[in-house]
């Protein structure tokens, strides 16, 4: 059976969350590993929307805290799916942090998951297609082609000589 592509937009999710006292470390900021709880949940809640299956997070890239959220600010968050493959999706999410009530936004980091749809018997299922549409969805899915490459090889999963895209932004072929 054949799945109909599904562009980004149609799964994308945003979604706002108030730092409050119990997400905190001692400097009263919000904890990495709460906030990566949220952006785990944001993200599988857009791959489940893109798939239409359960999913499970298979893996997360370079997640790096550029900036501190603080007590009593807003974070927002919006996960995007850049490209599926057979089973498995990839999603950018970006965060930014809000100066409550103030408005001011400041970028606070950004992360690629991979989530891989599961059947009721537990097994990697298919996945629709993404067919991207703005300038900026077609650089994310083409791109997501060489860092599934790099996590794949990274992971152990993909023998570097078959990682034949990823190899070209460094060799000339
Ligand atoms: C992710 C998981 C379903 C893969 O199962 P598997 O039996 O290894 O299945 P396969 O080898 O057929 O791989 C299935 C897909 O997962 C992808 N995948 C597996 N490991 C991956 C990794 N580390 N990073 C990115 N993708 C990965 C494969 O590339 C494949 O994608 P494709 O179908 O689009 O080509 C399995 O390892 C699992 O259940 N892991 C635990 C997930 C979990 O509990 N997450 C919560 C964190 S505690």
């Known amino acids: 059976m054949t799945l109909s592509k599904k562009t980004p937009k149609e799964s994308q999710v945003i979604k706002t969350e108030l730092v409050l006292p119990n997400d905190t470390n001692t400097f009263n900021n919000l904890m990495g590993g709460r906030l990566l709880h949220l952006m785990d949940i944001c993200s599988a809640i857009c791959a489940q929307r893109h798939s239409g299956s359960v999913v499970v997070t298979a893996s997360v890239d370079n997640v790096s805290f550029s900036q501190p959220i603080a007590l009593g600010e807003v974070v927002n968050m919006k996960a995007t799916v850049t490209r599926a493959f057979k089973s498995s999706m990839e999603v950018f999410i970006e965060v930014t942090a809000e100066d409550a009530p103030g408005g001011v936004l400041k970028p606070s980091n950004s992360a690629y998951f991979t989530f891989v749809a599961v059947g009721d018997d537990n097994k990697p299922r298919p996945v629709p297609e993404v067919e991207p549409e703005t300038e900026e969805e ?15 090889v990274l992971a152990g999963r993909m023998k570097p000589d078959e990682a034949k895209e990823l190899k070209s932004i460094f060799f000339d072929e």
């Open 138 to 152: 077609k650089a994310q899915h083409a791109g997501a082609l060489r860092r599934r490459q790099l996590r794949l």
